[in-house]
């Protein structure tokens, strides 16, 4: 039994005060395990990329506990919290968030370079991590010139790059069509198979949900059911056979 | 991120929007290439001031003479002293200004106070001509300096003050006229200078060019030896009654060369208290150098002023990128990286501007500086051997590109701070 990684206890999120007040998140428990695949799902506005932000302490939460791998969130601080956002964390964000001028391998790059590592190293392993998304031959165009698909993989190269042991996504496949969208959520949960990276995926499409391994219904702030696919009757739906590397 | 990486990305950046960062530099430039011009002009005239000081004066000599005492504006005349010598208008200090006469017993004074080493009377003598073997006579005015003068030579090695020789130092200006060939050829001749007495009688006198002298700030007159100069007086005065020749306007009194600038001040009160008023050459020339110090000063401060506004420049600039920027703010964060190395990227930007600036402003600056100087120093400029009107000192360039450095990290610290204050998920959210 893997041990958990993530432990949220009645968290809750308000933004504004008095008649402004707003109650993103009210309340939310929450444990997930090690190289698991959660999914985040609810109606757009329910607070799903709340709920990301502050798993992935980019956020704070208003009131209530988080324990991120065995540390209290609230102690962490300054170095401590930006190594653990480095080299922990990998994210996929709503938007894409490339650097349009700059090439694919220097957008790849760029957590690396925070991360201090030396130039030929960061430069091996970038080349390595965009073949593993096969973009290998796109690595010194600018990212403006790349399709929405692929500049999505970019990104996912760009959340891997640092060896992460939680990959963080909102919305990967939101801005791509079915059939991008699914190499990019094939792509997502080899690497949640085979390198055992835990996966927090934020999401509305129904077909990405089910290939997790547990879905979290979010509803005005609130959890209101989970999933565990293992325990139901009906398997996950491959939408179709396209894999990866 | 690695100090090189921060280096090299905020150097990447500033190019992202180039026309912006053009107009930034281009704002710099001016003040950069101003700074440097008026530095530049600084150095130039207080470097020939200085090295007119040392050609006409030694360290070692100060002029003495004996003031009318102090009638200020409000101050009546003084009252008559029937003892006191006659007074005798002086070309030192502004038109008008008269010093009563010195006389032997006032130079044996002089010769008592403390600290000095000797003093003589700074005899006046007014040869009529000068001739080179029958080109013509031309008028010639000898130097009063003459006692401890180290020349600034164009040719000869200048005269030997204990020799017994006539000898004479002449100005460039009177090679062509006594019909020499060349300044070189001059050194060695010996030419005739005439000189005329009380009586109307002209005496002449051979005296031994052995130096020619560069022109000079304070006037082109000939400079002659000790014993030529005795000998040219003794002339000039023949026939004269005993009284008047024991008049001088000033004295040349010597001190101790190693003497510190405490110690020529104590010597200067030491005279002023037994009634003399001393001044070296240093003081003569050094008020040229506080002039140009300080129109140099009001010029340089335009200057910084010009930076100043370009410094609000790059506050702009910076504000800007850092709003065009903050998703990639935000990322970063949310990667990992921490505030400061955030503000480092955005100063560093900012600092590389300044760079970018100062180094254009001082290249074209000294480019320029160098051709008019040297078209000025041909010209215009000419009369004056020696200088470059625009010298270019590494110090002062250095203090250029700190100070405008310095100026854009200042401007940098506003947008940068506010960069790295950016909480990942705002800047992420920012539309
Ligand atoms: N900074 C903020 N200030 C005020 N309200 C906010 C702020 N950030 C989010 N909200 C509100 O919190 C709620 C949850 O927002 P969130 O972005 O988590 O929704 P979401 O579930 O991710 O929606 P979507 O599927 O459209 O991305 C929304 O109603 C939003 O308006
Ligand atoms: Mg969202």
Same mark, same amino acid.
């Given at each position: ?245 | ?286 008020? +040229?150098? =506080?002039?140009?110090? /300080? ?5 340089? #401060?335009? @200057?910084? &002023? *010009?930076?100043?506004? !370009? ?68 010209? +215009?400029? =000419?009369?004056?051997? /020696? ?5 270019? #000192?590494? @110090?002062? &360039? *250095?203090?250029?590109? !700190? ?29």
């Amino acid at each position: 039994m893997s041990s958990s990684v993530l432990t949220a206890r009645n968290l809750s999120k308000h933004y504004g005060t008095g008649d402004a007040r707003f109650d993103a998140l009210r309340g939310i428990d929450l444990d997930i395990r090690e190289g698991e695949s959660v999914a985040i799902v609810g109606k757009s506005g329910s607070g799903k990329s709340t709920l990301m932000h502050i798993l992935a302490l980019l956020d704070s939460p208003s009131s209530g506990e988080l324990e991120i791998v065995g540390q209290n969130a609230k102690a962490l601080k300054g170095r401590a919290l930006n190594t653990l956002r480095n080299a922990t964390f990998g994210f996929v964000f709503q938007q894409f968030f490339l650097n349009s001028h700059a090439t694919v391998l220097e957008n790849v790059i760029l957590p690396l370079k925070i991360a201090r590592l030396g130039s030929r190293e960061r430069k091996a392993k970038a080349l390595e991590t965009l073949a593993l998304v096969e973009l290998t031959e796109k690595a010194s165009s600018k990212a403006m010139d790349l399709s929405g698909g692929q500049k999505q993989r970019v990104v996912i190269a760009r959340a891997l790059v640092g060896d992460p042991r939680i990959i963080f996504a909102d919305e990967p496949t939101g801005n791509l069509d079915s059939a991008t969208g699914a190499v990019i959520e094939n792509l997502l949960f080899s690497l949640n198979r085979d390198r055992g990276i835990t996966l927090v995926i934020v999401t509305h499409d129904d077909d990405l949900a089910a290939r997790a391994d547990r879905r979290i219904y979010l509803k005005d702030g609130r959890l209101v059911g989970e999933g565990d696919l293992k325990s139901q009757a009906s398997p996950a739906t491959t939408p179709n056979g396209a894999t990866l590397a | 991120m690695r100090t090189t990486d921060i280096v090299t990305t905020a150097i990447g950046n500033s190019f992202r929007s180039r026309l912006r960062t053009t107009l930034t530099v281009l704002a710099i430039f001016i003040g950069a290439f101003t700074l440097t011009t008026t530095n530049a002009l600084g150095t130039g005239v207080n470097e020939y001031i200085d090295t007119q000081i040392t050609s006409i004066g030694a360290p070692d000599v100060m002029n003495v003479s004996k003031p009318t005492l102090a009638s200020g504006a409000d101050d009546g005349p003084a009252p008559y002293d029937p003892d006191a010598g006659s007074e005798i208008d002086t070309n030192a200090g502004p038109p008008g200004t008269t010093v009563l006469a010195l006389s032997d017993a006032d130079i044996d004074e002089i010769r008592g106070v403390d600290g000095i080493t000797d003093a003589q009377p700074l005899v006046s003598v007014r040869p009529d001509f000068v001739e080179w073997q029958d080109n013509g006579r031309f008028q010639l005015s000898i130097s009063p300096f003459s006692a401890g003068v180290t020349l600034d030579l164009a040719a000869g090695s200048g005269f030997d003050q204990s020799s017994a020789k006539f000898e004479i130092v002449l100005p460039t200006s009177y090679v062509d006229t006594l019909g020499f060939a060349t300044e070189t050829a001059a050194v060695g001749e010996s030419v005739q200078i005439g000189v005329t007495d009380a009586v109307g009688e002209q005496h002449l006198i051979d005296a031994t060019v052995v130096g020619i002298q560069n022109p000079t700030l304070v006037g082109t007159g000939a400079s002659t030896n000790t014993a030529l100069t005795t000998a040219l007086f003794d002339a000039q005065r023949t026939g004269l009654p005993e009284q008047s020749t024991t008049d001088y306007t000033s004295a040349t009194a010597r001190f101790d060369a190693d003497a510190s600038d405490e110690e020529i001040q104590a010597i200067k009160d030491r005279l002023s208290d037994a009634g003399f008023a001393g001044t070296t050459v240093a003081d003569q020339i050094g008020t +040229f150098q =506080s002039v140009v110090d /300080g129109i140099i000063l009001v010029l340089n #401060a335009f @200057a910084v &002023i *010009a930076l100043i506004a !370009a410094g609000f420049g790059i506050i702009n600039t910076l504000l800007m990128s850092v709003q065009e920027r903050t998703r990639e703010i935000g990322l970063m964060k949310a990667m990992g990286m921490s505030g400061a190395r955030i503000f480092a990227l955005f100063s560093t930007e900012a600092v590389f501007i300044g760079f970018l600036g100062s180094a254009i402003g001082a290249g074209v600056a000294i480019a320029v500086g160098s051709v008019v100087s040297s078209v000025l120093a041909e010209g +215009f400029l =000419s009369g004056l051997a /020696g200088l470059q009107i625009l010298t270019f #000192a590494p @110090a002062s &360039i *250095a203090s250029v590109f !700190a100070l405008v450095m310095g100026i854009a990290f200042l401007a940098s610290t506003l947008p940068a701070s506010r960069a790295a204050r950016q909480s990942p998920i705002d800047s992420l959210r920012y539309e």
